[in-house]
Nanobody, 123 residues
Framework: QVQLVESGGGSVPAGGALRLSCAAS????????TAWVRQTLGKNRLPVAA???????RHVDSVKDRFNISRDDAMNTLYLEMNSLKPEDTGMYYC?????????????????WGKGTQVTISS
């Protein structure tokens, strides 16, 4: 099993920045893909960004050039740098991991999920 704990969410005005962190523990060597997924109230979870074990990253078009996913393997921590934030970025951000490559598991076949951290962007 893999445990994921997110932190770093908060409320900021549009144009601001946040950095989300996700601390992983347990059988982290078993995971091939780690990612961030966003959910807004009453809506499905939507992909934001993912990173494969080999470092390949994927960002949805709506966050390209504003968000950056990265990973510190020594600290077993996943990050999401969020800049130029917009009200539509608001939501609960979940850290998630899969035992398979991102091309196979991301975003709807992930195996492990954190409890999420809330991001609220005011206009």
């Amino acid at each position: 099993q893999v445990q994921l704990v997110e932190s770093g969410g908060g409320s900021v005005p549009a144009g601001g920045a946040l950095r989300l962190s996700c601390a992983a523990s347990g059988e982290t060597d078993s995971t091939e893909c780690t990612a961030w997924v966003r959910q807004t109230l009453g809506k499905n979870r939507l992909p934001v960004a993912a990173i494969d074990k080999d470092g390949r990253t994927r960002h949805v078009d709506s966050v390209k050039d504003r968000f950056n996913i990265s990973r510190d393997d020594a600290m077993n921590t996943l990050y999401l740098e969020m800049n130029s934030l917009k009200p539509e970025d608001t939501g609960m951000y979940y850290c998630t991991a899969a035992r398979v490559d991102c091309s196979m598991g991301y975003p709807y076949g992930m195996d492990f999920w954190g409890k999420g951290t809330q991001v609220t962007i005011s206009s």
